[in-house]
């Protein structure tokens, strides 16, 4: 049997993926003793501000029946296809809601006795480990190294621009970022609209329709019109811009760690 870990009178399976320990919504549901599926529901409701991969994974099909059965999780896990495992960041985005003073009790406990419980290091048992552990801790410090030197030339490209070329150094951003994620392009810039929507306190799209009726009301053609985008009311608003740009910023240094 797996470790257990008892959370506000409830025991809680550690479960892992991708090497990190991952919660379901029912269980979320349980230890926060809500209504079955609010954990769900909050997850569906704002899905476009978590990111797969980070917040959350969803495994499909046999992935989704094998982990389901190693866990024993569902009412009848040979049964399911799909299933959304939550990770630490994505479980307190869910709980963002819940302000009561059990929720902050039990987010303090699962945080500090699940999500980032202290693992039992084993000892080497003879020399041979030793040197095994030792030389695995020089790669490992190599590949960080590489990796801090990728980030800082990153880093540098993402926050050496102008503001002659700021179209064109927030699609070379974007792009790198829906890269970095997989393709997920159209992705990466719908989130980074709503952060800026929701930062700016802006609706992009009413502006976006403004700005058609605008440049129809002065005579543009219809492609001219048709080809307005959000990138052209942002750079509109100096305000707007200036925000965008400090997003993109943001986005592009979190994605490149």
């Given at each position: ?53 980070e917040d959350y994974f969803e495994l499909k099909g046999t992935d989704a029946y094998n982990f389901a059965t190693t866990y024993n999780i569902g009412t009848n896990p040979s049964k399911v296809r799909n299933l959304i495992l939550i990770t630490e960041s994505g479980y307190l985005l869910i709980v963002k809601t819940l302000q009561d003073d059990l929720a902050w009790e039990v987010q303090r406990k699962l945080i500090k006795n699940y999500f980032r419980a202290k ?139």
């Amino acid at each position: 049997m797996g470790k257990v870990i008892n959370i506000n009178n409830h025991d809680l399976k550690v479960k892992r993926f991708n090497d990190e320990r991952i919660i379901t919504f029912r269980e979320i549901d349980t230890v926060h003793e809500r209504v079955s599926g609010t954990a769900g529901r909050n997850f569906r409701d704002n899905k476009e501000y978590f990111i797969e991969g980070e917040d959350y994974f969803e495994l499909k099909g046999t992935d989704a029946y094998n982990f389901a059965t190693t866990y024993n999780i569902g009412t009848n896990p040979s049964k399911v296809r799909n299933l959304i495992l939550i990770t630490e960041s994505g479980y307190l985005l869910i709980v963002k809601t819940l302000q009561d003073d059990l929720a902050w009790e039990v987010q303090r406990k699962l945080i500090k006795n699940y999500f980032r419980a202290k693992e039992i290091v084993q000892q080497p048992k003879n020399e041979f480990d030793l040197m095994r552990r030792m030389i695995d801790q020089i790669e490992s410090a190599k590949k960080e190294a590489s990796e801090a030197k990728e980030l800082a030339e990153n880093i540098k490209d993402t926050i050496i621009q102008t503001d002659e070329d700021w179209r064109r150094w927030v699609n070379k951003q974007v792009n790198k970022i829906g890269y970095e994620r997989g393709g997920e392009y159209q992705k990466v810039r719908r989130m980074s609209y709503a952060m800026l929507e929701n930062r700016g306190h802006c609706r992009l799209e009413v502006r976006l329709n403004n700005l058609k009726e605008r440049l129809r009301e002065a005579g543009a053609t219809e492609t001219r019109i048709n080809d307005a985008n959000k990138l052209d009311v942002i750079g509109d608003d100096p305000r707007l811009r200036e925000i965008y740009k400090t997003i993109i910023k943001e986005m592009s240094i979190k994605y490149s760690a």
